[in-house]
């Protein structure tokens, strides 16, 4: 967290003011690789299938949205209020904190019998806590003024924003299933007690993919055969005690009871953490949701994890959710408009797949990754597809015709589409030492020698050597570095 | 607007739902062409200057920002409520139509009487409006809960996210002026009577780059000379009667009393206009705003404008803004935080220059211009940068392996870094006609020809004129055509 602010990735929300918990804003270098990320989803998801697209929702969605979504009713947290300060706390994190067990999902009425149980006091002022009422976490609104005023709601999840959409979409765009309608956008709640940093905000950015199906298409898949035996990493809840990751062949696991439709997004969203991301494999696995562990309308729920050192273990970034047609259903129902679809004379609602990833623990979580102490050095070794920059071109120094020579190299790069940028400032070492701490794979450095030899030093973050290299071969030499090879000097 | 929806740009949002006034969902098409803006203009203000970055603030912020920016005491909207039916309209707005005269800025005092002395009625019920009272336009959010929530608002502009972000961006980024800060993120204002579409919306996008730079040297810019011949359109405020745009060189300029650094910046955004987003000249100007109607804050503020025929007439679209050191200044004050920075020596709080974007005002403006009825077909003529595609991809039949063959192409158009697409259903005839309604430049056919010449048809949206072109010289010919090139068969 230190570097992340002391480096321009993140820092909590309105720096000037008291900013309030829950809220982060993202400085140059961690919007850069935000922006990265989202790239690169939207990139492979939306490349799943033809009929995927990316739409843009309001955030702020009349009441009957969240009425026909169960946000409404449900979407409550159990809180326990102090009657002497006031100050309030959510019940099972209080619990949690003082019995060191997870009580999420237990009833209000036995977490008040627990708190009386075992005589837990206000954390704040050692106060009674007496009762354990409930707080919707969505934020109202109201839209327009007096009688004329409509409530209103900010968004928790993006994906009622695809849910209100699904039917106009799939009439103007020709009526296909399955469709895909993804959205990258913010969701609000308004979290008791926010904690760890970007893992729990009140605000926060929603990568999701709703994929509407036929329901009895979802035994199989026109592409299975492609990822039957990819290998996954899956850890059923039967073995949960054991904590040991199965690895299993996409074909097998059908063994679990799950069908082909959800294990072939299962394999592509794996891949996408392992061959896009490159998160190492041993930290990446599938967790299987049971009972009232998720939500009642998932059929299947598997959370995605990564194993992150900072926050001491397995920590969820995404989910893969089989929501059956609970939320068209809901929609339906409430609205009263139309939601099944007619194709070729079977008339049906469609069913839900959901693909959903919090960009910001995402983000966080390849901070987490690749943050490396070394000897001498603090250094990210983000995957070049997600650091900030391709490389930093320096002059060594700022005279005798070095930094036009730079500038020169600066300009050429950036026409070849790589993302760099130049600095002239401090010391070479200095300026190393700055890249490394930003995860910028390549440094380039133009020096006396380079005025003669038409050449530069080209350095890898990762082992700190440099080689030198014709700047006529640069833009080439430069690809196939990021692309994965190994530096290679001029002329080899 | 029918056009936007049937062919999927964008609807009123929730649409399955009843609908709020003010928000509307970009549907797949108009999310690409959204997306293809929010690119250029990050690619293009960004190379500005390379002490430009993209940072994202939170959108819900707390109460002292709106303190310090003024938008709590000032932010508001003059009101008329009726007695009878509680019916809340804009009174300027409906002095303005039933006047039909500009109001904006007066005060509520002379409002009233104006409306006394008409004898203006409730537009609904033809009651008693008596009074003309204040509504801030902001939405209010409790953020946490009981005695301990904090007072938030959502953000009426991204602008607030990028001042209270200065101070430690500043220092993160090495200590330099000018700094660039931009943010690309939603703003919020509760307006009482939205209307005109994407023109005033409840919930919208903005693209703001804010500059940071030291007031004593804003009568220069270092690459001033580039643009010192540079034809400005102009409509400075006492030409504004005639309502004639002055053409001149942004040198001649200064003599409408506009410092160098301002020039150079206006002479930016209208080569942005006119050369990325290739505007019609005619169809462009620049505003002059004076007196009340501006800001206070701001000491040069001209807005952008469009010609835009399905608005009847010029709209603002943006707009380039001297904010002096007000908003440092005010969130200093409040904060009791430092804002003034120190270079070599130099103490002093830097002034703002800010270029703001709708963009879903842009967006909508990009949509009027390229909307044409022909007699046979309507089209939408996007300039090749904004098309929410490159190219269609169609085999004629899907049959005797025109589709695999179609595919294929799809595939090494997209491994070439095209944005394509792929569409076999339906008449060749009425595909086309959907691309041309969708503003896709080019359509490539695969027909029974192309299986034994190896070649393909291109067709150029715009003359309906096709070519043959061999499939290997296809990445070649395509990259020609989208940069403007006249279509070119084989062998030519």
Redesign the interface.
Known sequence: MELA????FF?Q????????A???????M???V??RFESLWRNYFL?LD?NF??????????E??FK?SGHLASFVDP?A?CKK????ERADHLLEDVLKESFEGLAASDMIALIKKHGIKCQKCKGPLEEVGV?NMM?P????????A?K?Y?TPETAQ?A???????FD???RKLPLGLAIIG?A?R?E?SPRQGLIRM??FTQAELQIFFDPDAITSHPKFKDIEGYQLRLLPAKSRDSGKVAVLPAGQAKELGLPEFYLYHMAMVQKFYLEVLRLPEQRFRFRELVGEEKAFYNKYHWDIEANLDTLGGWKEIAGLHYRTDHDLQG?GQ??G?K?AVNIEGKEFVPHVLEISMGVDRNVYGLLDLAYSEEPERVVLKFPRAVAPFDAGIFPLVRKDGLDAKARVIFDVLKQHGFRV??DE?GSIGRRYRRIDEIGVPAGITVDYDSMQQEDVTLRDRDSMQQVRIKIEQLPAKLRAFLQGAAMEASGK
């Open positions: 602010k002391r480096r321009g820092w929300a309105a720096p000037l003011h008291n900013p309030i829950g809220f982060y804003d993202y400085a140059p961690g919007s850069l935000k922006r490349s033809d697209y990316e739409i843009e929702a309001s955030v702020i969605m009349p009957n949205v026909a809180i209020k300060c006031g100050h309030a707080l934020f609104l109201d839209v327009g003024t007096g009688k004329e409509k209103a900010l924003g849910y209100v959409n699904f039917a106009l979409a103007v765009m020709r913010k609000f308004n008791i009140r605000e929609h409430v609205s408009q939601v940028f130049y400032s």
